[in-house]
């Protein structure tokens, strides 16, 4: 069974403005939640169970997906506290035994599971990343990427007009997350301490890159631009 986790807690300040009254995931795009448009991408790449990890305006996505969409089981890690990208990810994760897929929730990136899947196996990675080409390194976190695949470092190497970023898609075997100096409860950030710490202890990181539609509604502008981007 292929788990999915989405990480959908967050507060979504910068999208406030035009979406006041909702969780981020759960923006309006052509009458239907973000997160609904997410799901049913990844529902028809093979993805058989979804772990909701949650926090604010919470109720209004429970209340929407409840315990099963499409036929496919729905469970929530719920944060009482905002435990960040990196707490939240460690919460949904915990008790998976095989690799899973993460997602962000605010994020939407066309790529092919099967093939993340085969790239994961083949390069027997630990933590495989979903990357895409872009210019701006600032907003999105730019890697070192080799010719094979493997993460040399997690900054963008210098020089070029386009760096090889994290596109909020992730395929993790749980044995990455083992050993992470984690305090529950304590929040925590996935790129600037969780990832950090995966790469202090030995972990083998690899990036695939995928040239499928990209599209992040954590600015307004860009959420007013998903309609055109989203299958």
Known sequence: MTTAIVLAGGLGTRLRDAVPDLPKPMASVRGRPFLSHLMDYWINQ??????LSVGHMRERIIDHFGDDYRGVPVAYAI?????????????????????????????????????????H???????????????????????????????RSLTPRAGGP?????????????????????????????????LPAVVERGRKLFGMESRGRFIDIGIPDDYRRAETVLP
């Open 46 to 51: 093979g993805v058989e169970r979804f772990v």
């Open 79 to 119: 944060e009482e506290q905002p435990l960040g990208t990196g707490g939240g990810l460690l919460m949904g994760a915990s008790g998976l035994s095989a690799p899973f897929l993460v997602l962000n929730g605010d994020t939407f990136f066309e790529v092919e599971l099967s093939a993340l899947t085969d790239w």
């Open 121 to 151: 196996r083949r390069q027997r990675s630990d933590w495989t990343f979903a990357l895409f080409r872009t210019a701006d390194t600032q907003r999105y976190m730019g890697m070192d990427v080799a010719a094979g695949g493997a993460i």
């Open 162 to 194: 386009e760096q090889l970023a994290n596109g909020g898609v992730y395929l993790i075997d749980p044995a990455a997350l083992r050993a992470i100096p984690y305090v529950a409860g304590v929040k925590l950030s996935l790129e600037y301490e969780l």
